[in-house]
């Protein structure tokens, strides 16, 4: 089905968001305006100029599809009452003029959820969230046709400090709730021929808490499973976007596709607002990832990730340039197998008027002061 150059697109969301330190796990959706009117009008039109401008950079360098949040604020269900589903129509009326530009662009889309996610006001008693989950994704898949896929985690839910209509939360606690659960979502995909993107990652809770390191609970997790439109996704370690980490040994003990995750937007390392360079060490990852079998990707985050007070919006703000040059750098490397020092090379050329020379030294002598 084709390579995955897939890149977060949420920094237009968060445009005029005033909160001191801001959680940059997903789109603030408690921030955006969904009552008609000039307010509505006004938010929206600048949040599709910002995806604009964002869509046409990040598909300059050679990225294919771009990610958005979420599932849960786009599916309806009839068992939803009649407040929840005034605010999904407004939602999905918004998103679809933003995916419609994204298409424009020849981009896929690529939609996130959480299992299990559901409104706060839904009863939970008696409800199956797999069966429910199926019928939602369905019924998702069958409305939004632009949608290329739906990326899946299992082991992150929201955190306390969201203040949503919606909320996820923790459902999958074993291997074998996992397969299952991939088992039961897997023929939605196929029947609508989309991508399944299965995420790896967990913060550690429950027996299926080490996922992504754990051979034998990976082995468990993707038993059986073998649909051509399942894509497992990891980060390039078995930890979270760290530095000193050894490439995720579960990239090489499965024959499904799979896709690696890199953050050029480094959470733990200043968000951006100095240079924090990650194309040595990415080089490395990418040339061992060639032993690798059946990577077709990546997921690159270029504005995800943390709860920081910083604010730069890659590929919107000009001041986001160090963020910019890891993601430029990053699929440089990964998609046409050119060296680190050389797409800092490019970068600067395709920049104008800065000194390649002058910029490597730059980042050599910020690498070491980061790593010592």
């Given at each position: 089905?084709?390579?995955?150059?897939?890149?977060?697109?949420?920094?237009?969301?968060?445009?005029?968001?005033?909160?001191?330190?801001?959680?940059?796990?997903?789109?603030?959706?408690?921030?955006?305006?969904?009552?008609?009117?000039?307010?509505?009008?006004?938010?929206?039109?600048?949040?599709?100029?910002?995806?604009?401008?964002?869509?046409?950079?990040?598909?300059?360098?050679?990225?294919?599809?771009?990610?958005?949040?979420?599932?849960?604020?786009?599916?309806?269900?009839?068992?939803?009452?009649?407040?929840?589903?005034?605010?999904?129509?407004?939602?999905?009326?918004?998103?679809?003029?933003?995916?419609?530009?994204?298409?424009?662009?020849?981009?896929?889309?690529?939609?996130?959820?959480?299992?299990?996610?559901?409104?706060?006001?839904?009863?939970?008693?008696?409800?199956?969230?797999?069966?429910?989950?199926?019928?939602?994704?369905?019924?998702?898949?069958?409305?939004?046709?632009?949608?290329?896929?739906?990326?899946?985690?299992?082991?992150?839910?929201?955190?306390?400090?969201?203040?949503?209509?919606?909320?996820?939360?923790?459902?999958?606690?074993?291997?074998?709730?996992?397969?299952?659960?991939?088992?039961?979502?897997?023929?939605?995909?196929?029947?609508?021929?989309?991508?399944?993107?299965?995420?790896?990652?967990?913060?550690?809770?429950?027996?299926?808490?080490?996922?992504?390191?754990?051979?034998?609970?990976?082995?468990?997790?993707?038993?059986?499973?073998?649909?051509?439109?399942?894509?497992?996704?990891?980060?390039?370690?078995?930890?979270?976007?760290?530095?000193?980490?050894?490439?995720?040994?579960?990239?090489?003990?499965?024959?499904?596709?799979?896709?690696?995750?890199?953050?050029?937007?480094?959470?733990?390392?200043?968000?951006?607002?100095?240079?924090?360079?990650?194309?040595?060490?990415?080089?490395?990852?990418?040339?061992?990832?060639?032993?690798?079998?059946?990577?077709?990707g990546c997921m690159v985050w270029c504005q995800t990730g943390g709860w920081v007070p910083f604010r730069r919006l890659a590929f919107i703000d000009d001041a986001?340039?160090?963020?910019?040059?890891?993601?430029?750098?990053?699929?440089?490397?990964?998609?046409?197998?050119?060296?680190?020092?050389?797409?800092?090379?490019?970068?600067?050329?395709?920049?104008?008027?800065?000194?390649?020379?002058?910029?490597?030294?730059?980042?050599?002598?910020?690498?070491?002061?980061?790593?010592?």
């Amino acid at each position: 089905m084709g390579a995955i150059y897939l890149i977060d697109g949420i920094g237009p969301f968060f445009r005029g968001l005033q909160r001191r330190t801001i959680n940059w796990s997903k789109i603030p959706f408690d921030h955006l305006c969904m009552e008609p009117g000039v307010e509505r009008d006004a938010q929206w039109a600048q949040i599709r100029e910002d995806l604009g401008r964002f869509a046409r950079k990040v598909k300059g360098i050679g990225y294919n599809s771009v990610s958005l949040d979420d599932v849960s604020h786009l599916g309806d269900c009839r068992a939803y009452d009649a407040d929840t589903r005034v605010l999904i129509a407004a939602y999905r009326e918004e998103f679809r003029r933003c995916f419609a530009l994204l298409r424009e662009l020849d981009l896929q889309v690529y939609v996130t959820m959480d299992f299990f996610s559901a409104p706060v006001s839904m009863t939970r008693e008696g409800l199956d969230p797999t069966r429910f989950t199926v019928e939602l994704l369905d019924s998702f898949l069958t409305d939004f046709p632009e949608v290329s896929g739906v990326i899946v985690r299992i082991g992150e839910a929201d955190g306390r400090d969201v203040q949503d209509h919606f909320r996820s939360e923790l459902k999958v606690r074993t291997p074998e709730e996992a397969n299952e659960l991939l088992k039961a979502l897997l023929p939605v995909f196929e029947k609508h021929q989309r991508r399944l993107i299965f995420r790896t990652w967990t913060v550690g809770a429950y027996p299926v808490g080490d996922l992504m390191w754990h051979r034998d609970t990976f082995r468990r997790v993707l038993d059986g499973l073998e649909s051509q439109q399942l894509v497992v996704s990891m980060k390039y370690g078995e930890s979270d976007f760290f530095r000193h980490l050894p490439l995720n040994k579960n990239f090489f003990r499965t024959k499904v596709a799979k896709i690696i995750e890199l953050q050029t937007r480094r959470e733990y390392e200043g968000c951006g607002e100095y240079p924090s360079f990650t194309g040595w060490e990415y080089e490395r990852y990418i040339q061992e990832l060639r032993h690798a079998e059946n990577v077709v990707g990546c997921m690159v985050w270029c504005q995800t990730g943390g709860w920081v007070p910083f604010r730069r919006l890659a590929f919107i703000d000009d001041a986001a340039v160090w963020t910019e040059m890891n993601t430029f750098v990053t699929l440089k490397m990964l998609r046409d197998g050119v060296l680190a020092e050389e797409a800092v090379r490019e970068f600067a050329r395709e920049r104008g008027g800065v000194d390649a020379h002058a910029l490597l030294e730059l980042l050599r002598l910020a690498d070491e002061v980061i790593r010592d």
